[in-house]
T-cell receptor
């Protein structure tokens, strides 16, 4: 039963610290998505990659967020420096593009104090 | 502009009742895709259904059914004979060529 995995599941950090979240997409999927979920904004697309190339990161605050896909089995989302307003659940999903269904990981719950 | 509206923020029904979750969308594109996802208390979003803009056929899958009407820009989701395990937040989503947007979700409580 193939699943998207994310680490860590929970992260508590202090403002100003660097945070790195990792995602292992389902083998064979060519598109990887990063989302952020908050009570106020709901579920927002931050960035996505197709065949490891970034296609759109317009949803990300550029000055502090960065997303990469060093290889087909690993996607990373980094926040440096973190701020309290970054507190949210960050989801990774994989699939075959925006027009197809996506398979979500369990999320990383980030708390920045 | 692209928009998805789920006007019902929270619904409570008693087990075995039928319930319909509404989804209204806005788009200028003629080619687009609509989705429903379920987010149970465990937190992970689960894909339920996908529809493209050229396929208005309604779909039934067990107790779940979907009504897609382009004339009213709606893609509603009905659960028949609801069960406690259906309690979750349900999201409708719209994707176009290069973007996807999710509605705010409807939290569904099925009371035993």
């Amino acid at each position: 039963d193939a699943r998207v995995t994310q680490t860590p599941r929970h992260k508590v950090t202090e403002m100003g610290q660097e945070v790195t979240m990792r995602c292992q997409p389902i083998l064979g999927h060519n598109t990887v998505f990063w989302y952020r979920q908050t009570m106020m904004q709901g579920l927002e697309l931050l960035a996505y990659f197709r065949n490891r190339a970034p296609l759109d990161d317009s949803g990300m605050p550029k000055d502090r967020f960065s997303a990469e896909m060093p290889d087909a089995t690993l996607a990373t989302l980094k926040i440096q420096p973190s701020e309290p307003r970054d507190s949210a659940v960050y989801f990774c999903a994989s699939g075959f593009g925006l027009s197809r269904e996506q398979y979500f990981g369990p999320g990383t719950r980030l708390t920045v104090t | 502009a692209q928009k998805v509206t789920q006007a019902q923020t929270e619904i409570s029904v008693v087990e075995k009742e039928d319930v319909t979750l509404d989804c209204v969308y806005e788009t200028r594109d003629t080619t687009y895709y609509l989705f429903w996802y379920k987010q149970p208390p465990s937190g992970e979003l689960v894909f339920l259904i996908r529809r493209n803009s050229f396929d208005e056929q309604n779909e039934i899958s067990g107790r779940y059914s979907w009504n897609f009407q382009k004339s009213t820009s709606s893609f509603n989701f009905t659960i028949t004979a609801s069960q406690v395990v259906d309690s979750a937040v349900y999201f409708c989503a719209l994707s176009e060529e290069d973007k996807i947007i999710f509605g705010k979700g409807t939290r569904l409580h099925i009371l035993p």
